[in-house]
């Protein structure tokens, strides 16, 4: 199956921008009269008739609206610091919206050789990569802050994470694994360092704030890997373990 | 820390090759007497000392030898259909080399688009991947094989597995989780299909030879990710869990 995006919606009636009418009318050939669905980005799934064929501004109406679709059982915000090369962050992000994640919020840790991030190129990513799994929301890609701010922000309400690699005395990281088995369905966020890894003040905060420290096994991951292996295990938890 | 590949060794003598004693000698500037760590790529590390700064044939003694260095928990075979675009194929086999995998197989299916896969970059960038995340062994990639002669050729005493995506009548596919959790610590294989998926036929034969048809989730993920998410099953389970 395949959907299109579709940001303009009012009185049930959809307005497609002017590339998803010329892939739709142009490309794929629809003529009014033929079903569409749709999708806002926002969880919904607009089942449609297309009324207007217009190769620039076509428009469908809706028939049935799904909310949640393609919704996982989990919340997770992935708070991942952006890697060197910038294609294996956004390797990172497809990946993570294919599998299931709410939000993506690059965060710079005092470590972080790339302290500069932009998100436009992202959020296209996540758009396509929502359509290819079928998903209809698109996960948020937050506008990029500090380790620090990120902490400070954060929801002490969530199930709140941090991986790092280094020994830190007297704490004990936990398996990711055991802390997801312990508090099943809590909204949860995870802190995943850069290259450099967090400093050890950005870890003591985290831990001040009440963040859990976890690890993602012995194999020493890159960054984008070890962002995704997080992701991995509530993915593997939540929808290819029954309940 | 850094390790160093290096197939030549006889007599507790490692001779490193023209590329690596140039790394070792002339970009890192190691002398004689230096500490160094190599690896043979069959999970083998090697603690050793430089005892001649070659920049074309360096060598070292051998102080300590470590077997199983690096070794994950589980044997697991990745037989996956090569993708269209060769990238994401190269992509799952480096993050799969970075979690931990024995093997990767390109095998190829009735409806692959790619029938022909070539080995030697594959191998490189493994190589590449287990100084990375510091595996002594190297992930073994064998020639590519029809996916009939693959299952075949499968042993009947592993976890056998096979994804596929459509219904099969009167076949339920198990979450992966599920079977892991039900048959721990058996050798492994799964059976990835390609961007069109196995042929109804490849999916029986498979069945008939004893393979378990799992489920990887309800996201529509592509090959790549799908691979990749059974081998993180395996990873979030051995590594990320406590017994």
Redesign the interface.
């Known amino acids: 199956m395949e959907i299109f995006y579709c940001k303009q919606i009012s009185g049930g009636i959809c307005t497609l921008d002017k590339e998803e009418s010329g892939h739709v009318v142009k490309v794929l050939r629809h003529r009014a009269g033929d079903e569409l669905s749709l999708f806002d980005g926002e969880g919904n799934l607009y089942r449609c008739c297309l009324t207007d064929a217009s190769p620039t501004a076509a428009q469908a109406r809706i028939v049935e609206q799904i909310p949640d679709w393609?919704a996982?059982p989990y919340r997770l915000t992935m708070a991942v610091c952006p890697t060197k090369r910038n294609e294996r962050y956004e390797?990172f992000a497809e990946?993570a919206t294919?599998?299931?994640v709410d939000a993506i919020v690059p965060v710079i840790g005092e470590h972080s050789e790339r302290r500069v991030f932009k998100t436009d190129r992202l959020k296209k990513i996540l758009l396509s990569a929502s359509k290819?799994?079928?998903?209809g929301r698109i996960p948020a890609v937050e506008e990029p802050c500090t380790v620090r701010e990120f902490i400070r922000r954060s929801d002490p309400s969530a199930l709140r994470l941090i991986a790092w690699c280094f020994e830190l005395e007297g704490v004990e990281r936990k398996?990711?694994?055991?802390v997801l088995?312990a508090q099943p369905g809590r909204p949860a966020c995870i802190l995943i360092g850069p290259e450099g890894d967090f400093s050890r003040e950005e870890a003591q905060l985290a831990l001040d704030a009440g963040f859990i420290p976890v690890?993602?096994?012995?194999?020493?991951?890159?960054t984008e890997?070890a962002a995704?292996?997080a992701v991995?295990?509530f993915?593997?938890?939540y929808?290819?373990?029954?309940a």
């Open positions: 393609g996982v390797w990946k294919e599998m299931g290819q799994s079928l998903k398996a990711i694994g055991d088995d690890h993602l096994g012995s194999s020493r991951l890159r890997t995704l292996a991995s295990a993915y593997v938890k929808l290819c373990t029954s």
